[in-house]
Nanobody, 124 residues
Framework: QVQLVESGGGLVQAGGSLRLSCAAS????????LGWFRQAPGKEREFVAA????????YYADSVKGRFTISRDNAKNTVSLQMNSLSPEDTGVYYC?????????????????WGQGTQVTVSS
């Protein structure tokens, strides 16, 4: 069982930066693939980024490549998402997700554990 709690969301102007964090409980955290998804009002939850259990493999949605960076610290049971050059299109609720063996890292249905989400609002 894994419990996830996100933090770091807020209101930022376009071009600004935010860093999201997700704290996880569970002794097997280091063996889980971790992902970030987001959901804008009226839209489906979409993939943002994911990281393998070792941190050696990183996956990004095309829309965030070069702007967002995912990282993890297995010693602290945390995963982070550094978001730079934010635009209003990045607005939404950001969710942390985890799974021991997701079939597809960019598909929300692959993840069995989810946090409650943190709101990110980017003003123009």
């Amino acid at each position: 069982q894994v419990q996830l709690v996100e933090s770091g969301g807020g209101l930022v102007q376009a071009g600004g930066s935010l860093r999201l964090s997700c704290a996880a409980s569970g002794r097997t955290f280091s063996t889980y693939v971790l992902g970030w998804f987001r959901q804008a009002p009226g839209k489906e939850r979409e993939f943002v980024a994911a990281i393998s259990w070792s941190g050696g493999r990183l996956y990004y949605a095309d829309s965030v490549k070069g702007r967002f960076t995912i990282s993890r610290d297995n010693a602290k049971n945390t995963v982070s998402l550094q978001m730079n050059s934010l635009s209003p299109e990045d607005t939404g609720v950001y969710y942390c997700a985890a799974d021991s063996s997701p079939g597809r890292t960019n598909w929300r249905g692959s993840y069995g554990y989810w946090g409650q989400g943190t709101q990110v609002t980017v003003s123009s």
